[in-house]
C-alpha cells in the first residue's frame, strides 16, 4: 500500500518561513514525479511545484524566487522550503507523486492528506 507521509506546516507570520517534507512509502519500482499542489479556501487546487525523475522542475509563478523544491532519491522525499510567506500562500499543502509500482505498466498518481499553512499576524 503506498503511502505519502507529510510533515511541516503549522502558523508563521507575513515574511516568515516555513518547510514541508513528504516521504513516500510502500512497492515502488521508480518515481516520476513528486511535489506540491495547495487549495485554498473557496479556491481550485493549483500546482506549487513539482520535480520530475529528470530534475526538471515546474514552480507556479506565484511563488518563483520564494520558494525551492528539493528531492532526496534515497529516501523517496521530497520537500518544498518556503520564504518570504504572505497571506495568498494560506491554504492546505498536498503532495503529489507519480510513482511506477511493482507490477504495474504505467504509473499511477497518489495524493497525501494535506497539511495547513497559515500566514497571518
Known amino acids: 500500500q503506498v503511502q505519502l507521509v507529510e510533515s511541516g506546516g503549522g502558523l508563521v507570520q507575513p515574511g516568515g518561513s516555513l518547510s514541508l517534507s513528504c516521504t513516500a512509502s510502500?512497492?515502488?519500482?521508480?518515481?516520476?514525479?513528486m511535489g506540491w499542489y495547495r487549495q485554498a479556501p473557496g479556491k481550485q487546487r493549483e500546482l506549487v511545484a513539482k520535480?520530475?525523475?529528470?530534475?526538471?522542475?515546474n514552480i507556479a509563478d506565484s511563488v518563483k524566487g520564494r520558494f525551492t523544491i528539493s528531492r532526496d532519491n534515497t529516501k523517496d522525499m521530497v520537500s518544498l522550503q518556503m520564504n518570504s510567506l504572505n497571506s495568498y500562500d494560506t491554504a492546505v499543502y498536498f503532495c503529489?507523486?507519480?510513482?511506477?509500482?511493482?507490477?504495474?505498466?504505467?504509473?499511477?498518481?497518489?495524493w497525501g492528506r494535506g497539511t495547513q499553512v497559515t500566514v497571518s499576524s
Open positions: 503529489n507523486a507519480n510513482l511506477l509500482l511493482r507490477g504495474s505498466v504505467g504509473p499511477t498518481g497518489f
Open positions: 510502500g512497492p515502488i519500482l521508480s518515481i516520476y514525479s
Open positions: 520535480i520530475h525523475s529528470d530534475g526538471v522542475r
